[in-house]
């Protein structure tokens, strides 16, 4: 019996890992649009001349006003994957006009980005300034994506004159990271200790660290869209967001050890308001008999989003948590609706957004799958 | 409006007394305090929607509306209590 089950396991592996294998090979084969298909989006053939001068500069002529400028393309890396940014620099320097060409951003982020007018910022500054320091202000909010675009600006500019660049160093350690790991030693010592009134003490000083600092403050919860990029090879910035590598592979890291999955318990701030939540109504734990097919539910639209994110080659199609709807008011009606449905649910039963439809809690589970059929291997 | 907010607070005394909750001072206090958040989150919300901004006003009555619903699933807790 026991061989069966670790059979079945190693099989629903091999599936699923075969699967992601794929969608990653098929989405880093899609043909995207050229660079002069960008250009020609915004600067039209009938009324513009463009000619090529780099990988990251054209010049282009002005039919109508006999006008000559200059045009720069450069990319940066923002929150779920590239974006990148069209700009046109004229005779002294100035930039006259910015456009977003392509991004993987969140779109309730990036529309913050559209309506907070970030790209007007950009008109009349003069484009060394970007080599230097960051001469337009980022939209609260939308941070990373921000500055993402001002990056982008700045690399297309340093490529497309061949200007070597040394790049500003952030701190690796800071506010966040301290937390981060405070979060995870807290959740390993909590099931250490036997000591029950210092366990719940340090149970909801937790939570509250929790949901305070990693979510209302930073907002800055293990996202399945991060996650879905970080399969397709878009890796953030380790020193501006070392958090996120502490994050997601301490979390793994001690499920290998430990098989405990202590983001979940611990250091998840949206779980930490289901805790709340669960306190405030005294809700009770949900455990029915068709448990293990709401489960099923939950892995099958997990696994079939991130195949589709994969395979499309866009982490934005993976983005279907509700936490930037609790921790920052930005989303799209229907998660706002979904929010609104697991916090009435959370009064009554423990965290249904954890066991029912986080996708984070299926990824934890494949890890630990990843880990049952390694052990498996050399079992009898 | 004031009529049917004086029915609705002689109403609640006897409510709570066929329900048998031991209320004092400070749980009237603390319902009442509910009760003025929840009319003005109500208000506010239907004012924006009738003041042409849908938009907000549906934010407002989601967002105050949430946490009006879940202080409520609280303060009946808390009422229950002894």
């Not at chain 1, 620099?89 to 309730?108: G, M, N, R, Y």
């Not at chain 2, 003005?40 to 004012?47: D, E, K």
Request: with cysteine; charged share 20%.
């Amino acid at each position: 019996m026991r061989f069966v089950e670790r059979f079945k396991n190693q099989l629903t592996w091999i599936v699923v890992t075969s699967l992601i294998v794929l969608a990653v090979f098929i989405g880093k084969n899609r043909s995207e649009q050229s660079k002069q298909e960008i250009i020609q989006q915004y600067y039209l053939e009938s009324k513009y001349q463009i000619r090529q001068v780099n990988q990251n500069k054209w010049i282009i002529y002005d039919i109508s006003d006999h006008n000559e400028n200059l045009l720069y393309l450069g990319k940066a890396y923002g929150y779920n994957g590239e974006v990148e940014v069209l700009f046109e620099v004229d005779k002294d320097s100035l930039i006259q006009k910015t456009f977003p060409a392509s991004h993987q951003e969140t779109p309730s982020y990036f529309d913050k980005i559209i309506e907070k007018h970030f790209f007007e910022q950009f008109q009349g500054k003069k484009v060394a300034e970007f080599l230097k320091n960051k001469p337009v202000n980022a939209v609260s909010g939308a941070t990373i994506t921000s500055n993402a675009i001002i990056q982008a600006t700045k690399n297309g500019y340093a490529q497309g004159e061949n200007i070597s660049v040394t790049e500003t160093k952030y701190p690796l350690f800071g506010m966040l990271e301290i937390i981060v790991l405070y979060l995870f030693v807290a959740g390993i010592v909590m099931s250490k200790i036997k000591n029950q009134k210092l366990r719940k003490t340090l149970r909801w000083l937790t939570i509250f660290i929790s949901l305070i600092f990693l979510g209302f403050i930073y907002n800055q919860p293990i996202s399945y869209s991060r996650l879905s990029g970080l399969l397709l090879g878009n890796f953030p910035d380790w020193h501006k967001e070392f958090y996120f590598y502490i994050l997601f592979t301490g979390s793994i890291v001690i499920i290998f050890i430990n098989r405990k999955n202590v983001y979940c318990h611990s250091v998840c701030p949206f779980g930490a308001a289901q805790e709340i939540l669960a306190k405030t109504g005294r809700a009770k734990v949900f455990r029915p008999a068709y448990y293990k097919k709401l489960k099923f539910v939950q892995r099958f639209i997990a696994l079939t989003v991130v195949l589709a994110a994969l395979s499309l080659n866009n982490p934005v199609i993976a983005n279907y948590e509700v936490f930037s709807a609790f921790f920052q008011l930005t989303a799209n009606a229907i998660l706002f609706a979904v929010l609104f449905i697991v916090i009435i649910l959370s009064l009554f039963i423990k965290r249904p957004w954890c066991h029912f439809m986080c996708p984070i809690d299926s990824v934890f589970d494949y890890v630990k799958l990843t880990r049952k059929s390694i052990t498996g291997l050399w079992k009898k | 409006m004031g009529f049917l907010y004086t029915i609705f607070a002689i109403s609640a005394v006897y409510w709570a007394k066929d329900l048998k909750l031991k209320m004092n001072w400070w749980k009237w206090s603390i319902s009442a305090v509910w009760f003025i958040f929840l009319s003005v989150t109500i208000a506010g919300g239907f004012t924006l929607i009738g003041e042409n901004e849908l938009r907000a006003g549906l934010y407002f009555l989601g967002v105050f509306g949430t946490v009006m619903i879940v202080s409520g699933v609280g303060l009946i807790q808390l009422i229950r209590s002894k």
